[in-house]
């Protein structure tokens, strides 16, 4: 069974930094695509970035590119989400998602495995 956790949410100022953290059990994230999605209050799930072929590739939306970066450490098979320069339009919870395919995938539906989410609220 895969679990996901993640960690590292907060309340923060416009402006600021957070740092997210994914922790996975039951399998390594190694191969596999890893992502980001966030949610707002009354809307949909979003993707933002994600990471595949072991890190080698990642991709965002175009609303935080250049802001945030996404990483991830193999071999405490954690996945990372650094977010700076935080907008108010950023404020969501926060999910990690990975998958059962090697393939990339932007898509909520192509993510099998999610963590529990994360509050993000940035203030202005």
């Known amino acids: 069974q895969v679990q996901l956790v993640e960690s590292g949410g907060g309340l923060v100022q416009a402006g600021a930094s957070l740092r997210l953290s994914c922790e996975a059990s039951?399998?390594?994230?190694?191969?596999?695509?890893v992502a980001w999605f966030r949610q707002a209050p009354g809307k949909e799930r979003e993707f933002v970035a994600s990471?595949?072929?072991?890190?080698?590739?990642?991709d965002y939306i175009d609303a935080v590119k250049g802001r945030f970066v996404i990483s991830r450490d193999n071999a405490k098979n954690t996945v990372y989400l650094q977010m700076n320069s935080l907008k108010p339009e950023d404020t969501a919870v926060y999910y990690c998602?990975?998958?059962?395919?090697?393939?990339?995938?932007?898509?909520?539906?192509?993510?099998?495995?999610w963590g529990q989410g994360t509050q993000v609220t940035v203030s202005s």
């Open positions: 039951g399998r390594t994230f190694t191969n596999y695509p």
């Open positions: 990471s595949w072929r072991n890190g080698l590739m990642s």
């Open positions: 998602a990975t998958r059962s395919h090697i393939q990339y995938a932007r898509g909520v539906y192509d993510y099998d495995y």
